[in-house]
C-alpha cells in the first residue's frame, strides 16, 4: 500500500517498437543475405550473357550483320561526334588504353576483349551475333521493340 503519491507506483513495461539486438541482427543478416544472392544472380546473368556471346561466335569467328553493328555502334557512342543529335550512352566509359571503350553497364570491365571496337579488322565486343545490352538498346539480341500501340498518335 502507498500513500496515494504514485511516487512508488511501479508502471509496466512500454511496448516499444525498438527492435532487439536479436531482431536487429536478424535483419542485418537477412539484408547481406538478399544483397548476396542479388550478386550472385547478376553474376550468373553475367556469365550467361557472355556465355551466350562466346557460343555466338562459334570456331569460325561469326560476326552479326553489318546493319546490326551499325546500330550497337550508334547505341552505344551516338552520333554527336559526327554531327548528329544522338549523345553517347551513359555507360560508356572510357578505356585507360588511349582510343578504347567499354561498357560499364555490363560489369565485364576494362579487358582487350570487353572493348567495344578494336582496332582495323580485329574481332571485338560489337562484333558478337548473340550480345545483349544492359539497356536493352537498339541493335543487341535483347533489343525490346516498342509495342504497336506506342507508336499511335495521340488523341487530344
Ligand atoms: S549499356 Fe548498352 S548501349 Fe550503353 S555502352 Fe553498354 S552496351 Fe553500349
Redesign the pocket.
Known amino acids: 500500500m502507498g500513500c496515494g503519491c504514485n511516487k512508488n507506483k511501479k508502471t509496466p513495461e512500454q511496448p516499444t517498437n525498438e527492435p532487439t539486438p536479436e531482431q536487429g541482427f536478424q535483419a542485418f543478416r537477412s539484408m547481406v543475405n538478399h544483397q548476396q544472392n542479388g550478386g550472385i544472380m547478376n553474376k550468373m546473368s553475367m556469365v550467361k550473357s557472355f556465355a551466350t556471346a562466346l557460343t555466338s561466335r562459334g570456331l569460325t569467328d561469326k560476326k552479326t550483320s553489318p546493319a546490326s553493328k551499325q546500330l ?1 555502334v550508334l ?2 557512342f551516338g552520333d554527336a561526334d559526327r554531327g548528329g543529335v544522338l549523345p ?6 572510357e578505356s585507360k588504353t588511349p582510343g578504347k ?6 560489369g565485364c570491365g576494362d579487358k582487350p576483349h570487353t572493348w ?1 571496337m578494336s582496332t582495323g579488322k580485329e574481332y571485338s565486343k560489337l562484333d558478337y551475333p548473340r ?1 545483349n ?5 537498339p541493335g ?1 539480341t535483347n533489343y525490346q521493340h516498342s509495342a504497336p500501340d506506342e507508336a499511335n498518335t495521340p488523341l487530344s
Open positions: 550497337r547505341s552505344c553517347p550512352c551513359e555507360h560508356l566509359k571503350h567499354y561498357c560499364g553497364g555490363c567495344l550480345l545490352c544492359p539497356l536493352n538498346m543487341f
